[in-house]
Structure formats: C-alpha cells, structure tokens
C-alpha cells in the first residue's frame, strides 16, 4: 500500500515537472525577469501581471529621468511607451525585450541582470576603474546601435 501511494506521488510529481514550461522554446523568454512561456505558448497569470506592474514602473521611471535631464516630450525615443494589456503575450514579449536590450542599463533593478545578459565584465563595488575593464566597457558601448555618444568615465 505505501508502495503505491509513492508511485502515484511520483508519477504526479513527474507530470507538474513536465507541465510547467519549456526553457529555449520557440518564443524564448521575457528578458530581465527570466519568464518562460508554457507549452500552451502563454505566459502564466502571475507572470503576466508582474511583467505589465513592473515594466510600467519602470518605463515611467525612464521617461521622468530622460525629463530631469532636460529633453522634451518630443524629444524623448518613440518606442518608450507602457506595454499593453490588450496585447498577447508574445507581443508584449517583443516589447519588453526590445525596452530592455536599449534601456537595461538604466534600470537599477535590472541593471547587474543588464550587464550579465550582455557579457559585459563587471567594473566592481568600490575603489575606481581599471584601464583594462574601461577600454572594454567603452569598447563594447560603441558597437552597440543606438549608442550615438560614449561619455568618458
């Protein structure tokens, strides 16, 4: 009797194992917060409401920035604008991604994620920076797109 009790909390155990989502699958993965689509190709409820909170967050923090530093509604970048709730998950995945390659960096919470994601070594806690770690910060920045300007450190 014990041993069938285990069997059937093996096997149940085995199938929410399998269920849950598939890592590298056809539509990827929603950068910066390391969602995954399930086998049905839909982002999980909870996932779903996290990713529209925290990226309209985050995106509203990026657009005040860019206004204390003095540019104009006009001037501000087109397709830095809050996701959608009528989109589908693939679409507000696009989106997301899309804000997140160019404006990773900026975002404090995702900024290490950022840096990692990209391979982009890191310059460390405390104590200036290296010649070898700038010139390769640098570097990498200006092959960049949409990096027009690098700023000396």
């Known amino acids: 009797m014990n041993t069938e009790r285990s069997m059937k909390k093996d096997k149940k155990k085995s199938f929410q194992?399998?269920?849950?989502?598939?890592?590298?699958?056809?539509?990827g993965k929603i950068k910066g917060f390391n969602?995954?689509?399930?086998k049905n190709e839909r982002l999980k409820p909870f996932?779903?409401?996290k990713l529209l909170e925290l990226s309209?967050?985050?995106?509203?923090?990026l657009i005040d920035e860019e206004i204390r530093s003095g540019r104009t509604i006009e001037m501000i970048d087109k397709s830095l604008h809050q996701l959608d709730n009528s989109n589908t998950d693939e679409e507000l995945q696009e989106h997301w991604n899309s804000i997140y390659d160019k404006y990773g960096m900026r975002i404090p919470q995702l900024e290490r994620r950022w840096y990692?994601?990209?391979?982009v070594p890191?310059?460390?806690e405390v104590g200036g920076v290296s010649e070898p770690i700038k010139s390769t910060v640098?570097?990498?920045l200006k092959s960049?797109?949409?990096?027009?300007?690098?700023?000396?450190f």
Request: proline share 0%; glycine share 10%.
């Open 35 to 38: 969602f995954y689509f399930q």
């Open 56 to 61: 309209d967050l985050y995106i509203s923090n």
């Open 116 to 119: 990692r994601d990209n391979e």
């Open 144 to 152: 960049k797109k949409g990096f027009k300007k690098v700023y000396e």
């Open 138 to 140: 640098v570097e990498y």
């Open 17 to 27: 194992i399998e269920c849950r989502v598939v890592i590298g699958g056809k539509y």
């Open 47 to 49: 996932q779903r409401r």
């Open 122 to 124: 890191d310059i460390g």
